[in-house]
């Protein structure tokens, strides 16, 4: 069991950048691969980031690509997401999520295993 907390969402102008904090509990924290995803008022969950259990391996969405970045410190059990050049688009509750060990980052909701309760982030001027 893998239990999932978000942090550092908030309130951005325009233009500002945030970094999304996602602190696991458990030992196996570096077997799981870990995603990023969004849902903003009336719309569906999608994918924003993910990473592979190995860290080497990283993937984006085409809305966020070159301007949010994912990483991730197995050693603080911790996932980052880098949020950068954010625009009023961006806004929803953002959540993340842990695959289980050993299996490559997807950007499908479905094959996540653990996930957030999410952290609200409102790009507003």
């Known amino acids: 069991q893998v239990q999932l907390v978000e942090s550092g969402g908030g309130l951005v102008l325009p233009g500002g950048s945030l970094r999304l904090s996602c602190a696991a509990s458990g030992r196996t924290f570096s077997a799981y691969s870990m995603g990023w995803f969004r849902q903003a008022p009336g719309k569906e969950r999608e994918f924003v980031a993910a990473i592979g259990w190995s860290a080497g391996k990283t993937y984006y969405a085409t809305s966020v690509k070159d301007r949010f970045t994912i990483s991730r410190d197995n050693a603080k059990n911790t996932v980052y997401l880098q949020m950068n050049f954010l625009k009023p688009e961006d806004t929803a509750v953002y959540y993340c999520?842990?695959?289980?060990?050993?299996?490559?980052?997807?950007?499908?909701?479905?094959?996540?295993?653990?996930w957030g309760q999410g952290t609200q982030v409102t790009v507003s001027s």
């Open positions: 999520a842990a695959r289980r060990s050993y299996l490559n980052p997807t950007t499908d909701s479905g094959d996540y295993n653990y």
